[in-house]
Structure formats: C-alpha cells, structure tokens
C-alpha cells in the first residue's frame, strides 16, 4: 500500500538552473496538493490540482513557479531560475476528494547554491 | 500574517505524563482543525482532527479540544511515550468559504518524551 512518493528526496541547483519536483499520489488519489516549508516556518499551501486541472494556485509565486498534474504520470512542480529563497522542503500530498484528509509525502529538501 | 500560531517551539514531558500541545487562530472563517504529526525527514502524518460543531473528539491516546469563544484548540496526549517525540503542527482550514483543502499551518511544537 504505497504512500505519496516524490522524488528526488534532495535536490541542489545552482542559482538560475530548473528545479523539477515530482509526485506521485497514492494510488487511487486523484486530488494533489503542494505545500512549502521555509526553515523555521510551518508549511505554506501553494497549489491544488486534479488531473490535467489547475484548481487553486493562489499560494503559488507568480513568476517562475508552475505545476501540472498530467493525465498519465507524477505530478511536477517546476521552478525556473532558481533564487537563494527558494532553497525549502517542498511537500506533496494527496487525497481521494477534496475535502478527505491529505497524506503527506516525504518532500523534496531543495537547496539553492 | 500567522493565522495559525503555535506559540511553545518546544515541549518537554516525561513517559507516562500527559502532554498538552496548544493552538491559537485569528481567522474566524475556519472551522476544521487537524493535527499533524511529523518525525524528522518524513513527511507530516495525520493524527486527529475536529470540526466547530464539536469541542472534543478523542481517538485512544490523542485528544482534541476547541473552545471556538477563545479561538484556542488543544492537543492531549496521555500517557506519553517516547515515541511520541515529534513537531507537532497544528492546520486549519475552512470549508464554510469554500476551502477546505487549503491547509494553514502553525510553525509547530517540538514535543520531546523523556523515558
């Protein structure tokens, strides 16, 4: 009974390099969410999604962050041109409907040099 | 803007003691609040959660308590146990304004069980 997946656990870029963060919900889950956490801070929603449908991106920054989950495959989370501020554990979760409990995955521990 | 505040960083109880984790919210649209249990390099788990029509749900060991007058909701642990030792976080959400899977979270308390 596979959890939330994402890989990678740990990723580091270099300042103007591509992030992409990837999701797998559990089986089934057809509802993903992305949260980020900032060091000493608690998790921040960013974006909801369904397949192949955007529902909420109303935490998400407005230039250089996007996210889609595909019909077939991961969700993504896509960073462009990283900065310093966007080094975070980035967290994926999923549920069966939206308003069923979220399971969390383990994140993505993004470091930004 | 902290709606969601958890307002020890740490809390430090022995084994078989009760272990109260607190949580203030300003936004007196929520009315659904969980807790999330997290070990380091996981990912956060959940516990329990109560809705603003109750101002107590219990599930074995973990209770919560909401006293909405004070916008204040506890977490009850009894009898502690050394792997209860977590950053608890405490979330909110509203499904009155229609969000409900939006999650906002408190900064978190680092609870430590001592054997």
């Known amino acids: 009974n596979a959890g939330v997946m994402q890989n990678p656990r740990h990723l580091v870029r270099r300042r103007g390099q591509e992030a992409r963060l990837r999701c797998s919900p559990v089986?089934?889950?057809?509802?993903v969410y992305w949260y980020r956490q900032l060091p000493e801070e608690g998790l921040k929603f960013m974006v909801y999604?369904?397949?192949?449908?955007?529902?909420?991106e109303s935490g998400m920054p407005k230039e250089r962050f996007s996210a889609e989950f595909p019909k077939e495959g991961p969700s993504i989370l896509r960073i462009q041109q990283v900065v310093r501020g966007d080094s975070a554990a980035y967290f994926c979760?999923?549920?069966?409907?939206?308003?069923?409990?979220?399971?969390f995955g383990p994140g993505t521990r993004l470091t930004v040099l | 803007d902290q709606q969601v505040k958890q307002n020890s960083p740490s809390l430090s109880v022995q084994e078989g003691r009760i272990s109260i984790l607190n949580c203030d919210y300003t936004?007196?649209?929520?009315?659904?609040f969980l807790w999330y249990k997290k070990y380091p390099a996981e990912g956060p788990t959940f516990l329990i959660s109560?809705?603003?029509?109750?101002d107590k749900n219990e599930d074995g060991r973990f209770t919560v308590f909401l006293n909405k007058s004070a916008k204040h909701l506890s977490l009850h642990i009894v009898p502690s146990q050394p792997g209860d030792s977590a950053v608890y976080f405490c979330?909110?959400?509203?499904?009155?304004?229609?969000?409900?899977?939006?999650?906002?979270f408190g900064k978190g308390t680092l609870l430590t069980v001592n054997p």
């Open positions: 109560i809705s603003s029509i109750k």
């Open positions: 979760a999923s549920s069966s409907g939206n308003t069923d409990t979220q399971y």
């Open positions: 089986k089934g889950h057809s509802h």
């Open positions: 936004n007196s649209m929520f009315d659904y």
């Open positions: 999604l369904q397949k192949e449908n955007i529902i909420d």
């Open positions: 979330a909110a959400s509203s499904y009155s304004g229609g969000s409900n899977y939006k999650l906002t």
